[in-house]
């Protein structure tokens, strides 16, 4: 009878192992109206460096993060307004510090695929001006998502997408590729959180805005490569993002058009700058 007993729990165990493994769909499934809150956290360190010289900058910003849909089209891409408030901004460069708060709420309108890659950007304040503050404060900064499988997957399964995001202000592409892996289930606010680990390699070509663009630059081309690690906390039921943590390398070349007062003065700006650091972002539950 004992032998019996031992069967019957080794074949429960089983089953409860086979269950486990069973596939999951992990997507982001948006319904409009929705609203999420984050925390959102950022630290990088960059070596700016330009007419021979080399300066060490770092940045720390945090934020509260309110995440609004505002549609969602036939194929699942989501139309999401991603609104950054209660500022807290500190800067040290060449050994001078500042730290900024109560800056005005920030928003940007994305429009992100059921995979989390990025469909478009479009542009405001936040972005005028510049493809890196585009590419950081999406692709790699406010919204921070793993790059999620097109088909259901159990843990231990591997993924990998190599595609292209346009530069939203420019002219120009960032070609990117991906290898994901469903790490591991976890349980995370309640909730059975299936967690996500993308490594990327962004390589950049922009050139900046055309004459004209309001608030932007005319002529300005960026060059070089992002590296990611990105993980990602999915609920797999709620098809949303739980929390991300992310760190990025960057090594950037920028090429500045050359400026001037007017039209007799002698030029006072001109490229190259180089960028060159790493950066750390979270986005945790409010």
């Known amino acids: 009878m004992r ?37 959102f956290h950022s630290t990088s360190k ?18 509260n993060e309110t995440v609004a849909v505002k549609s969602v089209d036939s194929s699942g891409v989501a139309d999401l307004s991603i609104t950054l408030s ?30 989390g890659t990025l469909v478009s950007v479009n542009g405001n304040d936040l972005m005028a001006g510049s493809p890196i503050a585009a590419l950081a404060g999406v692709g790699g900064g406010y919204f921070i998502a793993a790059v ?17 995001q346009k530069d939203p202000i420019g002219s120009g592409t960032v070609h990117i590729v991906s ?18 680990e993308t490594k990327s390699t962004s390589t950049l070509d922009l050139s900046g805005p055309t004459q004209g663009t309001p608030g932007a630059m005319s002529g300005v081309s960026v060059k070089g490569t992002f590296t990611t690690d990105v993980m990602t906390w ?20 920028i090429n500045l058009p050359t400026t001037s007062t007017n039209k007799s003065s002698s030029p006072v700006m001109q490229g190259p700058l180089t960028a060159k650091g790493e950066t750390t972002s979270d986005l945790a539950p409010a």
């Open 86 to 115: 209660d500022f807290s901004l500190k800067t040290v460069a060449a050994g001078v510090t500042n730290t900024t708060t109560g800056l005005p709420a920030n928003s940007v309108e994305v429009k992100i695929r059921p995979d």
């Open 148 to 164: 999620l499988p097109d088909k259901a997957v159990k843990v231990g399964d591997t993924w990998s997408k190599t595609y292209d």
């Open 46 to 63: 960059q070596t700016a460096g330009t007419g021979g010289m080399t300066i060490p900058v770092s940045v720390d910003t945090s934020a």
């Open 234 to 253: 999915i609920d797999p039921n709620g098809h949303r993002v739980l929390k991300s943590h992310s760190t990025a390398q960057d090594d950037l070349t």
């Open 3 to 39: 032998r019996v007993a031992l069967l019957v729990l080794f074949f429960v165990a089983a089953c409860g192992s086979f269950g486990a493994a069973q596939p999951h769909t992990l997507s982001l499934a948006y319904k409009a109206g929705d609203t999420y809150k984050y925390k």
């Open 179 to 196: 290898d994901s892996k469903y790490l591991r289930d976890e349980s995370f606010n309640g909730v059975t959180a299936a967690v996500v």
